[in-house]
Nanobody
Framework: VQLQASGGGVVQAGGSLRLSCAASGRTFSSYAMGWFRQAPGKEREFVAAISWSGSRTDYADSVKGRFTISRDDAKNTVYLQMNSLKPEDTAVYYC?????????????????WGQGTLVTVSS
């Protein structure tokens, strides 16, 4: 599967953005999906994940209550709605897909990665 992330940009603190990740292939509905981010000088970290069925989601503590992950299998797309953004959310955001578990929160579990989209939150 090939992944294409989009939707990044510059936003003021307190604002919102919605990231999209479009996937190629006919088996998108079989993949668990996740979002990760990497800030300058830091390691890539988990942000959110959604199961292949969409029935389960998981979030990093730092984004709980502010970010929402969702998927539209008819459009082969997973979304990350980001509200109440903070300067510390500034990072390159990556979407990822994996086929072997229902839901995954570790980068090493993912087999496919998108190219990343930059989110910059100004104070």
């Amino acid at each position: 599967v090939q992944l294409q992330a989009s939707g990044g940009g510059v936003v003021q603190a307190g604002g919102s953005l919605r990231l999209s990740c479009a996937a190629s292939g006919r088996t998108f509905s079989s993949y668990a999906m996740g979002w990760f981010r990497q800030a300058p000088g830091k390691e890539r970290e988990f942000v959110a994940a959604i199961s292949w069925s969409g029935s389960r989601t998981d979030y990093a503590d730092s984004v709980k209550g502010r970010f929402t992950i969702s998927r539209d299998d008819a459009k082969n797309t997973v979304y990350l709605q980001m509200n109440s953004l903070k300067p510390e959310d500034t990072a390159v955001y990556y979407c990822a897909a994996e086929l072997t578990t229902m839901i995954a929160t570790m980068a090493a579990q993912y087999d496919y990665w998108g190219q990343g989209t930059l989110v910059t939150v100004s104070s």
